[in-house]
């Protein structure tokens, strides 16, 4: 069964420092997204992407968050200035439109904990 | 009042029990209905998607609807050990391909054998 996958599975960084999240979407999905959770918090949206374009992001995706699709199949999320409230588990998902069942699959997520 | 609601839980219940979980939500302009199955550091998995009031049944899971009183459950039937993970409500107003889904807290649960 396809799955949306990312990497790394844990990065730790320090304080100030860019990071870089990976994702790799379903091959035939259209739409993007990342997602953060908190650790005992729920999940948050930040951002969807389409046609190479932020559709809609939320307040937490500020000037230090930026979004891109390199290539044909890699998604990912950058934070050019990482905070230590940025520690989290930063989900990718993707979904398709006019498959009937229109809603997001999710990746295993990237733990980023930051110093 | 936040927009989703879900029962706190944990909650922990033996093998083979019905297990009801809940939410509660404000924006009535959700029409789409999901429920997650989390297990500890992985990724939300899809376990139900719903359209609107109604029920919907899968093997063991049947997820519940009721927009009139902005309320969504899921049950399980025959609870079983690896049923044990926080189980997230999710939400959107539609089912375009760009829009957000807005999560309930979600309820851990154990299933004890």
């Known amino acids: 069964e396809p799955e949306v996958t990312q990497t790394p599975s844990h990065q730790v960084t320090q304080m100030g420092q860019e990071v870089i999240l990976r994702c790799v979407p379903i091959?035939?999905?259209?739409?993007f997204y990342w997602y953060r959770q908190i650790l005992g918090q729920k999940v948050e949206f930040l951002v969807s992407f389409y046609n190479n374009e932020i559709s809609e992001k939320s307040e937490i995706f500020d000037d230090q968050f930026s979004v891109e699709r390199p290539d044909g199949s890699n998604f990912t999320l950058k934070i050019r200035s990482t905070k230590l409230e940025d520690s989290a588990m930063y989900f990718c998902?993707?979904?398709?439109f006019g498959s009937g069942q229109e809603t997001q699959y999710f990746g295993p997520g990237t733990r980023l904990l930051v110093l | 009042q936040k927009e989703v609601e879900q029962d706190p839980g944990p909650l922990s219940v033996p093998e083979g029990a019905i297990v009801s979980l809940n939410c509660t939500y404000s924006n009535s302009a959700f029409q789409y209905f999901m429920w997650y199955r989390q297990y500890s550091r992985k990724g939300p998995e899809l376990l139900m998607y719903?359209?609107?009031?109604g029920n919907k049944e899968d093997g063991r899971f049947t997820a519940q609807v009721d927009k009139s009183s902005k309320y969504i459950s899921l049950f399980i039937r025959d609870s079983q050990p690896s049923d044990s993970a926080t189980y997230l409500c999710a939400m959107s107003a539609s089912n375009f391909g760009n829009e957000k889904l807005t999560f309930g807290t979600g309820t851990r649960l154990t299933i004890i054998p």
């Open positions: 091959s035939n999905h259209l739409y």
């Open positions: 719903t359209y609107s009031s």
């Open positions: 998902a993707s979904s398709d």
